[in-house]
């Protein structure tokens, strides 16, 4: 029970984040409106997803340093976490912009950034199953791993910066600038964060439980 | 490291299959447009002319690791370190893609007119990408190199790893093409540089690991 106190915080973070994230009162701003909420359920998917990835990196290197199939399961599942919580991030973002926008997509640098790290991850995923033997796949994956990330941060946290765009917090939009202001926010929303990101951990540490088991059920029937 | 370099010169068979590679994409170009008499609007001129150089990159890189013989690999394993050897392909590559690219932009001048305004910058931008291109694909060559389908993987990984980098490019060769000055374009060129330092550097570090499998 000592080590598992951080899900039980997740649990009661997200629980509140949901109930005071769709009560508490927001302030009001032009075109957001009530849409402002999404801040806490949109914006907490690509924090846990940068974290997770950059879990899923240090396994990597540790991969690197000593390979065992532990290690590269739990690279694996955590960039497949990371996977998740991005489309996630892609879908809320994409139903919040048919509402304030006007559409599902719009050619906009953030998104299309977000996009393509996508696609940088999905040919991670591509890449895997591509290898028929073990140690090379998960060397090789590893080792793209590490590339993959170095390459997909500066889509996410510099290109967007350069370019004006229509998404919050860019080309002079509303964003955390204002909602500073708003101490409201920030007591529903750093919950948030926190508890999205333990929920992202949380789902990896599953995922890589049931591989490691597969794994080693697999190896008892072969003996 | 010098040796290397010229070990890599030595098999410069492809060298000639490229130049023509390119010279027939770029001449495909014009024949495609000339219903508008070979004159391109700008935007549509910088994005035919990044694409075209985009996947003369991916073909001509790929070379690079698929036709190693395992013997030969083997055999450079015993001489240098896999330091030297990342080195010298990022190297050799990024000269073979500036010369390819140099030929490209002469060649797509003539046929397709040249409306750039500020040509050191756009040379100079040249240059930053092919040594961008050069570090990333070298790297994902020598992945994909390992791999089963590997020309279909080359695309799948390279593409998307290039695309940051391809964005700032274009706006580079943007602010070139409508002759803004240099201050316009300075942020981006310098977020290039630091990417292009990113990629090289992981390269060599991560390397040494995919050489020894």
């Known amino acids: 029970m000592k080590k598992n106190w951080w899900k039980a915080l997740s649990v009661v973070l997200l629980l509140y984040v949901a109930v005071a994230g769709l009560l508490l009162p927001v302030p009001r701003l032009a075109i957001l409106n009530e849409t402002i909420r999404n801040l806490y359920f949109h914006v907490p998917m690509w924090f846990g997803m940068t974290f997770v990835l950059l879990a899923s990196v240090y396994y990597s290197v540790r991969y690197l340093r000593t390979p065992t199939p532990e290690l590269d399961i739990r690279a694996h599942e955590s960039a497949r976490t990371g996977i998740l919580m991005g489309f996630v991030g892609l879908a809320t973002g994409s139903i919040w912009a048919k509402y304030t926008w006007g559409a599902w997509w719009t050619n906009d640098p953030k998104l299309n950034g977000a996009a393509i790290a996508m696609l940088i991850y999905g040919a991670y995923l591509v890449l895997r199953s591509s290898f028929t033997d073990e140690q090379q796949r998960a060397r090789i994956s590893a080792i793209y791993n590490i590339f993959a990330f170095a390459t997909a941060m500066p889509l996410f946290y510099i290109l967007p ?62 003996a | 490291m010098q040796k290397d370099f010229r070990l890599e010169w030595r098999q410069r068979a492809a060298l000639n299959g490229m130049l023509l590679y390119v010279s027939s994409t770029v001449f495909v170009c014009y024949l495609s447009f000339s219903s508008r008499g070979g004159q391109l609007p700008a935007p549509a001129w910088n994005a035919l002319f990044w694409i075209v150089l985009l996947f003369s990159a991916v073909n001509a890189v790929a070379k690079g690791f698929l036709q190693e013989s395992r013997g030969r690999m083997l055999y450079y394993y015993t001489l240098v370190r896999p330091q030297a050897v990342i080195l010298a392909k990022i190297a050799y590559n990024a000269l073979l893609l500036l010369g390819l690219a140099l030929v490209a932009f002469v060649l797509y001048s003539v046929v397709l007119g040249n409306p750039v305004q500020n040509v050191p910058l756009f040379v100079g931008n040249v240059v930053l990408g092919a040594v961008g291109f050069a570090s990333t694909l070298t790297l994902v060559s020598g992945i994909a190199a390992k791999a089963t389908n590997s020309s279909t993987l080359m695309a799948v990984l390279g593409f998307p790893l290039m695309v940051p980098m391809l964005l700032l490019l274009i706006k580079v060769s943007k602010n070139a093409l409508d002759g803004l000055e240099f201050e316009a374009s300075r942020s981006s060129l310098l977020t290039l540089v630091a990417l292009n330092m990113i990629v090289g550097a992981v390269s060599y570090l991560l390397f040494p690991f995919l050489w020894r499998s």
Do not use: C
């Open chain 1, 161 to 222: 910066r350069l370019t004006d765009s229509l998404h919050p917090g860019a080309g002079g939009n509303p964003a955390f600038a204002k909602y500073d202001l708003d101490s409201n926010m920030r007591l529903v929303f750093y919950p948030a964060v926190i508890g999205w990101t333990l929920l992202a951990f949380w789902l990896a540490q599953l995922a890589s439980r049931v591989s490691l088991l597969k794994l080693r059920l697999y190896e008892k029937q072969l």
